[in-house]
């Protein structure tokens, strides 16, 4: 597709479930971010790769969230027994280099209940 | 670190009347500067950004931004607004053009007022 691609849209899971967002970025692009949004609020930075190899993941709220990208395309970004406090909106963004600007999908919608 | 504000948590403007959405950064260094707008269920769209050079950048859909060093700002401005530019917008600044993420600020909402 022209975009990048976030499933499921909407996920809504039960407080100790584990959940994996999908991120298909741009094709070719070698640089893919991912951001997570709380309501009324700007994204805030999670982590991010070059091609298959994450360069920081600073932003990891706690090791209940880690992510990967195998092959240096699609990405998955994994939260581990869930709380309520893991609510927002995820959101990835891939970029054709590391210095070009970036380009979002309209995100995963995550309700913990 | 890098920090953004936009003290303007939502503005109203009459449709057809100039805009202007307020950006103060926070870096050590040139920043790289980024306005983005997000409409309801949608992603964010880069409207502009700022890497270096001319200080006064146009953008997508009549949007244009000034860098002001001495100021720290990165103020957006439209000179009429159209009922299709209510969203939500979003200034960022970051270190490498994209590297390392970028650091957003809390956002602006934008109502427009027949």
């Known amino acids: 597709g022209a975009g990048v691609s976030q499933s499921p849209r909407y996920k809504v899971t039960k407080r100790g479930q584990d959940v994996a967002l999908r991120c298909d970025p741009i094709?070719?692009?070698?640089?893919l971010y991912w951001y997570r949004q709380a309501l009324g609020q700007g994204p805030e930075f999670l982590t991010y790769f070059n091609y298959e190899a994450q360069q920081d993941k600073s932003g990891l709220p706690n090791d209940r969230f880690s992510a990967e990208r195998p092959e240096g395309s699609i990405s998955t970004l994994t939260i581990q027994r869930t709380e309520q406090r893991d609510s927002a909106m995820y959101r990835c963004?891939?970029?054709?280099?590391?210095?070009?600007?970036?380009?979002f999908g309209n995100g995963t919608r995550l309700t913990v209940t | 670190a890098q920090s953004v504000t936009q003290p303007d948590i939502h503005i109203t403007v009459s449709e057809g009347a100039s805009l202007e959405l307020r950006c103060n950064y926070s870096?050590?260094?040139?920043?790289?500067l980024f306005w983005y707008v997000q409409s309801p269920g949608q992603g964010l769209q880069l409207l502009l950004k700022?890497?270096?050079?001319?200080?006064l950048v146009q953008g997508i859909k009549g949007f244009e931004a000034e860098f002001k060093r001495s100021q720290s700002s990165f103020n957006l401005r439209k000179p009429s607004v159209h009922w299709s530019d209510a969203a939500e917008y979003f200034c960022a600044v970051g270190t490498g053009g994209g590297a390392d993420g970028l650091t957003f600020g809390k956002g602006t909402h934008l109502i427009i007022q027949p």
């Open positions: 094709s070719g692009h070698v640089s």
């Open positions: 870096y050590g260094a040139t920043p790289y």
């Open positions: 963004a891939s970029s054709l280099a590391s210095d070009s600007p970036l380009h």
């Open positions: 700022y890497f270096s050079g001319d200080t």
